[in-house]
């Protein structure tokens, strides 16, 4: 897989909240399973509610499981996963408390709920905002209310700033380095979460 600085930095949140031994993980809306390398083989559930998305996430051969299933109904008993781990999917919801509670349900007593959030102040919002994309953006509080609301608590997150990955494509290295812990710091556009049930 090609890593792109994204990608880099994502996996670097992640890894940094990632504390213990996860096992098994739920990895709800795997995408092309970009993730893979920070859950145990064998100890993974990938749920998709693309097949295509899921075959390139098979190829990986990771040994894990593919499922395709709607995240907002896995066909999992509650509480039976140690961990679950959602990158990009809740961004996409309005309201994102009913995936939460999804999630809530699929994990254990005392596990592990990890995922990230795009806020709305950020660059990379305003500019999707004025392309019409709407990527329904949060801000640190509400995200630590809807954690709240949904009968969660946030143990930890931190919070970075990505532009949308296209555009390091025509950035020099140095000059995204500089450019994204300056914003990192004023500006964060994207917040990495571990809460626990
Ligand atoms: C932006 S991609 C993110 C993929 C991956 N988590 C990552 O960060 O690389 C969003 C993924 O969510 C999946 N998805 C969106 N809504 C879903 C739903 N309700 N149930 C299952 N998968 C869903 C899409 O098929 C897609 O693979």
Known sequence: MRRGYVYEEE????????????????NVACGIGRFL???PRNGCVNLDFSPSMLKITK???????????DAFNP????????????CRLLHHQRDPKPLLRVFRDMVKDGGGVFFDATHRSSIPQLVANLLGINLHGSNIRQVGNDVERVGMKVDEFSTGFLLPAIIYGFLPESFVRVLDSLFSR???????????K
């Open 59 to 69: 190829q990986r051969n990771h040994g894990s499981t593919m499922v395709l299933a």
């Open 37 to 39: 390398e920070l859950f």
């Open 75 to 86: 066909p999992f008993r509650l509480g039976v996963f140690s961990a679950v781990f959602s």
């Open 186 to 196: 004023i500006l964060p556009s994207r917040s990495f979460w571990r809460v626990i």
């Open 11 to 26: 996996l670097n949140h992640f890894k940094g909240l990632l504390i213990d031994e996860y096992n098994p993980v739920l």
